[in-house]
C-alpha cells in the first residue's frame, strides 16, 4: 500500500496511539501517554501490526504479591511478632491463653510459637511459653517480614536468603501468591517511523450516516480508507450442544424407520430394571459394585398378577423353562436403583402393550448408570439407545437387519455382530465396531430377541420381541475421532466452538 494511502486508512485511535511510541515502549505506557485503557491501546497496536508499521512483542514475568493473609499481616504484623510482642510484655503464658494474649486463632498461635521456638526466641517449660530473646532480637526484623514489605516482587529478581523467606512463607496459609504477568513491548518498524512523522490529525470521515448526508457535512471531506484484508476476529454461531445434535440425529433415525419414542424414569425398581428382564436376584450384575441403589427407598410394586407371573418365572420358569431355581424375594425386587438400563423402558411398555396396537416399534435414548471404573472408554454415566420390534412374524434376520441400518445412518461401515449371552434374551448377540482411532474393536452394545421368561408375564404369550441396547456415548467418539470419552463432558468452550455441526 502507498504511504498516502496507507496514512488514509489509520483510525481515529492508531492516529491517537502511534505518536506516543518511541523506541521499544511497553503497552501500559502507550495506554499512559495516549489516555486509553489497556485494551483499546492493544487494539490500536494489532491494527498497526496488521499494516507493518509496528511490531509487537509479547514476554510473561512470574510475580510473587502479597495473598489474602499476606495483606493483613502487612497491616497487623506476622503472628509471630505479635505474639513476640505480647510474650516480651508478659514474658511467661500458659500455653493455653496464648491465642488471647496475642489476639490471633488457636491454630495461628501455635505456629508462631513453633516459628519462635525454631529460631530460639521462646522455649517451653512446665507448660508455658518463655521469652529467651533479648530486647535487640525482639526489636530485629525476621527475614520473611523484611521479604513480605519488598512484594510485589519478580521471581528472578530474588537473593538467596529472600528464596529461603519465599519457602518458608509458601508453606504457611494465603501469605503469598504466584501471579504471572504478560509483558507486551512496541516498536516503530521502518515504515511506522515514517507515518509518525506525518500530519495525524486529519480529520476523516469514519461513516456515512443519514444526517451526514441530509446536512451535506461530507463535502469537501475524505472518507478514511478501510483494509478489508485485515484479519478480523473469527464469529462462532450459536449452535446447540455437539451431544445433544447426535441425540437428535439418532431419534430421527428411528422415527423415519417408523417407531414411536419410550420415556420414563431414571430411579426405578428392581422389579422392572432387573425381575421382569428374567435376571436372577443373585446376578453380579445387581451387586453393588456394578448398580447405584437409593438407601431408604422402597418402590412400589405393579399389579399383582404380574408380579405373580414374575415370581412363577424365575422359580420354576414358564414357556418350557425351568427358571432359576430359587425362592424369589419380593423385599429385593422393591429395592430403587439408578437405571443401569433403558431396557427397563421396554419392560414398562410391553406391560402396558394392548393386543390391537401389535406388531409395535418403539425406542428409547437416555442416561444410564453403572458403579464402573471411569476410563477412556467408561464411564458412570451415560446414553443408551433402546428399541423394540414386538411382531409375531419378527425373526433373528429382521433383528440384524434394523442394527445393520441404524450403524449405516449413523456412518458406520465397519460392524461385526458376535455371538453373546444376556439373562433376557435368546439367541443373544454383541455389537462391535471398528473404533479408527484406537485401531481397535470396540462393543457398543448387546441385542437379541427377548425369553418366553419375560414375554409371557408381560404380554400374557411368548409373542417375539426383538430387542436391544447400544451404548450412545461411544458411537458419538466415533463420529466426532474423539478418543476419550471423558471429553464429551469437559465443555470447553473453546473445543465447543471448533466441534463442526453433526452431518450424515
Given at each position: 500500500m502507498e504511504e498516502n494511502k496507507l496514512l488514509e486508512s489509520l483510525s481515529p485511535i492508531e492516529r491517537k496511539v502511534l505518536p506516543h511510541i518511541s523506541g521499544k515502549t511497553t503497552l501500559n505506557e502507550v495506554a499512559k501517554k495516549s489516555d486509553v485503557d489497556?485494551?483499546?491501546?492493544?487494539?490500536?497496536?494489532?491494527?498497526?501490526?496488521?499494516?507493518n508499521l509496528v511490531s509487537v512483542d509479547s514476554s510473561e514475568k512470574k510475580l510473587i504479591v502479597p495473598g489474602l493473609n499476606g495483606i493483613y499481616y502487612l497491616k497487623k504484623g506476622l503472628p509471630e511478632r505479635r505474639l513476640l510482642l505480647a510474650l516480651a510484655e508478659k514474658k511467661s503464658v500458659p500455653l493455653g491463653e496464648l491465642a488471647n494474649v496475642s489476639d490471633l486463632n488457636e491454630n495461628e498461635a501455635k505456629v508462631s510459637l513453633g516459628t519462635l521456638k525454631k529460631k530460639a526466641l521462646v522455649e517451653i517449660k512446665e507448660g508455658r511459653a518463655v521469652l529467651t530473646a533479648n530486647e535487640k532480637e525482639i526489636e530485629k526484623e525476621s527475614l520473611e517480614e523484611k521479604f513480605l514489605k519488598t512484594l510485589p516482587r519478580e521471581m528472578d529478581s530474588l537473593e538467596p536468603e529472600e528464596?529461603?523467606?519465599?519457602?518458608?512463607?509458601?508453606?504457611?496459609?494465603?501469605?503469598?501468591?504466584?501471579?504471572?504477568?504478560?509483558?507486551?513491548?512496541?516498536?516503530?518498524?521502518?515504515?511506522?517511523?515514517?507515518?509518525?512523522?506525518?500530519?495525524?490529525?486529519?480529520?476523516?470521515l469514519e461513516q456515512l450516516t443519514p444526517?451526514?448526508?441530509?446536512?451535506?457535512?461530507?463535502?469537501?471531506?475524505?472518507?478514511?480508507?478501510?483494509?478489508?484484508?485485515?484479519?478480523?476476529?473469527?464469529i462462532y454461531g450459536g449452535k446447540r450442544h455437539f451431544v445433544n445434535q447426535s441425540i437428535e440425529y439418532c431419534k430421527k433415525i428411528w422415527t423415519d424407520l417408523g417407531f414411536k419414542e419410550m420415556e420414563?424414569?431414571?430411579?426405578?425398581?428392581?422389579?422392572?430394571?432387573?425381575?421382569?428382564?428374567?435376571?436372577?436376584?443373585?446376578h453380579p450384575v445387581r451387586e453393588m459394585q456394578d448398580t447405584f441403589f437409593i438407601k431408604n427407598v422402597k418402590a412400589k410394586l405393579p399389579n399383582k398378577k404380574l408380579v405373580e407371573e414374575t415370581k412363577k418365572s424365575h422359580e420354576q420358569g414358564v414357556g418350557g423353562s425351568k427358571g432359576w431355581k430359587y425362592k424369589w424375594n419380593e423385599d429385593i425386587s422393591k429395592k430403587v436403583v439408578l437405571r443401569t438400563h433403558t431396557t427397563g423402558l421396554s419392560a414398562h411398555t410391553l406391560a402396558n402393550l394392548k393386543k390391537e396396537d401389535m406388531p409395535a416399534?418403539?425406542?428409547?435414548?437416555?442416561?444410564?448408570?453403572?458403579?464402573?471404573?471411569?476410563?477412556?472408554?467408561?464411564?458412570?454415566?451415560?446414553?443408551?439407545?433402546?428399541?423394540?420390534?414386538?411382531?409375531?412374524?419378527?425373526?433373528?434376520?429382521?433383528?440384524?437387519?434394523?442394527?445393520?441400518?441404524?450403524?449405516?445412518?449413523?456412518?458406520?461401515?465397519?460392524?461385526?455382530?458376535?455371538?453373546?449371552?444376556?439373562?433376557?434374551?435368546?439367541?443373544?448377540?454383541?455389537?462391535?465396531?471398528?473404533?479408527?482411532?484406537?485401531?481397535?474393536?470396540?462393543?457398543?452394545?448387546?441385542?437379541?430377541i427377548f425369553r418366553p421368561e419375560l414375554t409371557i408375564p408381560l404380554l400374557g404369550k411368548a409373542v417375539p420381541v426383538l430387542a436391544w441396547g447400544q451404548g450412545f456415548d461411544r458411537i458419538i467418539m466415533d463420529a466426532y475421532k474423539i478418543k476419550d470419552l471423558r471429553e464429551l463432558y469437559s465443555n470447553d468452550i473453546k473445543v465447543l466452538r471448533e466441534k463442526p455441526f453433526w452431518s450424515k
Open positions: 489497556t485494551t483499546t491501546a492493544l487494539r490500536a497496536l494489532e491494527f498497526l501490526k496488521n499494516k528464596k529461603l523467606s519465599l519457602e518458608n512463607l509458601k508453606s504457611r496459609k494465603e501469605i503469598i501468591e504466584f501471579k504471572t504477568e504478560k509483558i507486551v513491548t512496541v516498536e516503530l518498524t521502518e515504515s511506522g517511523k515514517k507515518i509518525s512523522k506525518e500530519d495525524l490529525k486529519e480529520d476523516l444526517k451526514i448526508i441530509a446536512s451535506e457535512s461530507w463535502k469537501g471531506k475524505k472518507f478514511r480508507r478501510y483494509d478489508i484484508t485485515s484479519p478480523v476476529p473469527r420414563g424414569p431414571k430411579a426405578d425398581s428392581s422389579f422392572w430394571i432387573f425381575d421382569v428382564l428374567f435376571t436372577a436376584q443373585d416399534k418403539f425406542f428409547a435414548l437416555g442416561k444410564v448408570f453403572r458403579n464402573e471404573t471411569v476410563d477412556w472408554k467408561h464411564g458412570f454415566e451415560f446414553y443408551q439407545t433402546e428399541g423394540i420390534v414386538v411382531d409375531e412374524n419378527a425373526n433373528f434376520r429382521n433383528l440384524l437387519g434394523y442394527l445393520k441400518e441404524f450403524y449405516k445412518k449413523m456412518g458406520f461401515e465397519k460392524i461385526k455382530f458376535v455371538p453373546s449371552f444376556f439373562p433376557y434374551t435368546e439367541p443373544s448377540v454383541e455389537i462391535q465396531v471398528w473404533h479408527s482411532e484406537r485401531k481397535e474393536w470396540i462393543e457398543l452394545g448387546g441385542a437379541g
